[in-house]
């Protein structure tokens, strides 16, 4: 059996999210079909995360197993013939045998864009969310150095996303290497996070909390005692998916 790992790019858009579901089309589901018709046979595969409905990524990575025996040059080929232009397979290439996108994965980053101008071009609409005014920057900084390192993030994780009964070793502690609030151009601000995983709307409910603070709503100390609640309902609302983009996964 070969262990083969795709680089997958995509519009996330019209997807509901990465994980296969019976009742909407996603990533993963597009794919695996696509996958069955070059292997002539049903195909599992093991995504690095879950992307939710509207979310993008630039560096999704998946992993897979089978008896196929064609070139990694040419599967690429194959499925991005096959697959919906929203999707791309950036690279295919063999893996050793106990590679797993998932379990194997160091580290991640996330990007998210907002477009702070009066009028945000079309072009913009699905990849950047629309704030017409820019947060304060310093007050955000502020806050993002509160998050880096190591800290239990239970106040940022989407409510019933996870058996907390269930044991787990981890449980809603994760590192934050680097957090930044960034602005790219006049019109467009950037929010980059890596951290060694994020617990499932992670990111967006960071970013909904740190807008109220740069718009004045929430105080620095707000935000810190936020972070050491460890309760969802004291944050703030869950960010809009579409400004949120999966950057890369690190081995």
Not at 66 to 74: H, M, N
Not at 109 to 124: D, E
């Amino acid at each position: 059996m070969r262990n083969i790992k795709l680089t997958i790019a995509y519009d996330g858009t019209d997807y509901g999210g990465w994980q296969r579901q019976k009742n909407a089309i996603t990533i993963q589901g597009e794919i695996e079909r696509r996958l069955q018709i070059i292997t002539n046979k049903p195909v599992s595969l093991n995504g690095a995360g879950r992307t939710d409905a509207g979310v993008h990524a630039k560096g999704m990575i998946a992993n897979f197993h089978t008896e196929a025996t064609i070139p990694c040059p040419a599967l690429t080929r194959g499925l991005n013939g096959l697959l919906p232009r929203s999707i791309r397979i950036m690279d295919a290439c063999e893996e050793v045998d106990g590679f797993h996108a998932r379990f194997s994965a160091k580290a991640k980053t996330y990007t998210y864009a907002l477009f702070t101008g009066q009028i945000q071009p079309p072009m913009q609409r699905l990849y950047s969310v629309h704030l017409p005014h820019l947060p304060q920057q310093t007050n955000i900084n502020l806050c993002l150095e509160k998050i880096t390192g190591t800290h239990d993030f239970a106040s940022f994780e989407a409510s019933g996303s996870r058996d907390l009964n269930a044991p787990s070793v981890r449980g809603s502690v994760r590192t934050v290497y680097e957090a930044t609030f960034t602005q790219i151009t006049p019109e467009i601000s950037q929010f980059q996070f890596t951290a060694d995983g994020f617990l499932r709307h992670m990111v967006r409910n960071l970013i909904g909390t740190l807008l109220e603070t740069g718009k004045g709503r929430r105080s620095i100390l707000e935000f810190e005692q936020t972070l050491q609640a460890k309760s969802r309902s004291t944050a703030g609302p869950t960010a809009p998916a579409h400004g949120l983009v999966l950057e890369k996964i690190f081995y």
